[in-house]
């Protein structure tokens, strides 16, 4: 299904123009990157008094967003077997040291 058209006084036509500092304009694309933003849509929420995501404290360790996705991949092949029957319970004590060290490393980066 298609996205409705917006009415005419909901498009934004219109293009405001005005003038920054080299640093401002870093500042802004800087501000706007961090809240996951256009520098545009940014600007426009920071004028017009909308609420504009919180700055995000640093991205996530590739690395270990990955090993948790291994984790949760073995986590789902030993419910599928000990549903059909198989018996792994040995294996829950591993994942579970597994979870808690990835999480260990987490909090460790994140200082909290």
Same mark, same amino acid.
């Given at each position: 299904?298609? +996205? =409705?058209?917006?009415?005419?006084?909901? &498009?934004?036509?219109?293009?405001?123009?005005?003038?920054?500092?080299?640093?401002?304009?870093? $500042?802004? +694309?800087?501000?706007?990157?961090?809240? !996951? #933003?256009? =520098?545009?849509? $940014?600007?426009? +929420?920071?004028?017009? /008094?909308?609420?504009? =995501?919180?700055?995000?404290? !640093?991205? =996530?360790?590739?690395? #270990?967003?990955?090993? #948790?996705?291994?984790? /949760?991949?073995?986590?789902? &092949?030993?419910?599928?077997?000990?549903?059909? !029957?198989?018996?792994?319970?040995?294996?829950?004590?591993?994942? !579970?040291?597994?979870?808690?060290?990835? #999480?260990?490393?987490?909090?460790?980066?994140? /200082?909290?």
């Amino acid at each position: 299904m298609a +996205r =409705p058209n917006k009415h005419d006084h909901e &498009q934004r036509s219109v293009k405001e123009q005005y003038r920054v500092t080299v640093a401002e304009r870093a $500042y802004i +694309r800087a501000q706007a990157k961090a809240a !996951g #933003l256009r =520098p545009s849509e $940014y600007s426009r +929420r920071r004028a017009l /008094g909308y609420e504009v =995501p919180a700055k995000a404290e !640093g991205a =996530p360790n590739a690395a #270990l967003v990955s090993e #948790l996705n291994r984790i /949760g991949v073995n986590v789902n &092949q030993l419910a599928r077997s000990v549903h059909r !029957g198989s018996a792994f319970q040995e294996f829950w004590q591993e994942i !579970g040291d597994e979870i808690n060290a990835v #999480l260990a490393q987490l909090v460790s980066e994140n /200082g909290s």
